[in-house]
Nanobody
Framework: QVQLVESGGGTVQAGDSLRISCAAS????????MGWFRRAPGKEREFVAS???????FVRDSLKGRFIVSRDYAKNTVSLQMDRLQLEDTAVYYCAADLDAVGGSFIVKFWGQGTQVTVSS
């Protein structure tokens, strides 16, 4: 049974940094893309960042320069470093594994339960 368990969420102040991580079990995802999505209050879930099996990274345009995605292929983990956090970054962040971009959307086979990130003023 595949499980994706996120950790590291919490409440921080605007301008702070936070790192969240996701540990996968039940399947080796080193040959697949892993990444992050988020859902802000009252909004639809949106793509944040991903990293392919070859190490290619993709970050949402509006988050480039502040968010960095990384992986430890041996440990089957994916992390998201978030710097200079803003109020609008407040959201539930979801780990995703085995995902593909199809047209303008994504097909994700495995989701984590999500971790809350709250940015306060």
């Amino acid at each position: 049974q595949v499980q994706l368990v996120e950790s590291g969420g919490g409440t921080v102040q605007a301008g702070d940094s936070l790192r969240i991580s996701c540990a996968a079990s039940g399947r080796d995802f080193s040959g697949y893309t892993m990444g992050w999505f988020r859902r802000a209050p009252g909004k639809e879930r949106e793509f944040v960042a991903s990293m392919t099996r070859r190490g290619n990274t993709f970050v949402r345009d509006s988050l480039k320069g502040r968010f960095i995605v990384s992986r430890d292929y041996a440990k089957n983990t994916v992390s998201l470093q978030m710097d200079r956090l803003q109020l609008e970054d407040t959201a539930v962040y979801y780990c995703a594994a085995d995902l593909d971009a199809v047209g303008g959307s994504f097909i994700v086979k495995f989701w984590g339960q999500g971790t809350q990130v709250t940015v306060s003023s």
